[in-house]
């Protein structure tokens, strides 16, 4: 009986999962240079020197708009945000952490330090420094639309 009600849960989970009106996806690409031309084709594998670009796409799959969406995409290790690399048609505000998600701020980055002489200043964060990279849309996610959220990382 036990194992009927844990597979029981599971297939519940399942649907509900499947019911759910927001589904997400996260693919990756390849960018390379052919002929002068930028080609991007999915990713298999990278070798350091690699341009990725990541795609993340967001459905609402509901009869209600959904909004408060917060969409966040991790720069792996042993990779490098690409300054100005992040887009979408979205209007939506842009921000990046350099602490794994503990805190997020809008570009520039900046971050205190202490000098050699005691004295803290500010100074600006390379983009190589960010762990993950957000956008929070200003509008709703319709029912049926699609949005797509992009941003380039170089593998070290």
């Known amino acids: 009986m036990k194992l009927f009600f844990s597979t029981l849960m599971l297939l519940m989970s399942a649907v509900v999962w499947a019911d759910a009106p927001l589904s997400s996806q996260m693919d990756s690409y390849l960018v390379t240079n052919k002929d002068g031309k930028e080609v991007v084709e999915e990713a298999e594998q990278a070798s350091p020197g690699d341009i990725v670009e990541y795609r993340l796409t967001y459905t609402n ?50 971050k ?25 849309p200003k509008g709703s996610l319709q029912p049926d639309q699609v949005q797509e959220y992009r941003y380039r990382v170089r593998v070290q």
């Open 61 to 110: 799959n509901g009869d209600q708009p959904l909004s408060g969406l917060v969409i966040t995409g991790p720069v792996p290790a042993n990779t490098v945000y690409l300054k100005d690399s992040a887009a979408t048609q979205v209007s939506a505000d842009f921000t990046v952490s350099i602490d794994n998600g503990d805190s997020f701020q809008a570009e520039p980055v900046t």
């Open 112 to 136: 205190t330090v202490t000098g050699e002489n005691g004295q803290s200043k500010n100074v600006e964060v390379s983009p190589s420094d960010y762990t993950q990279v957000r956008w929070q």
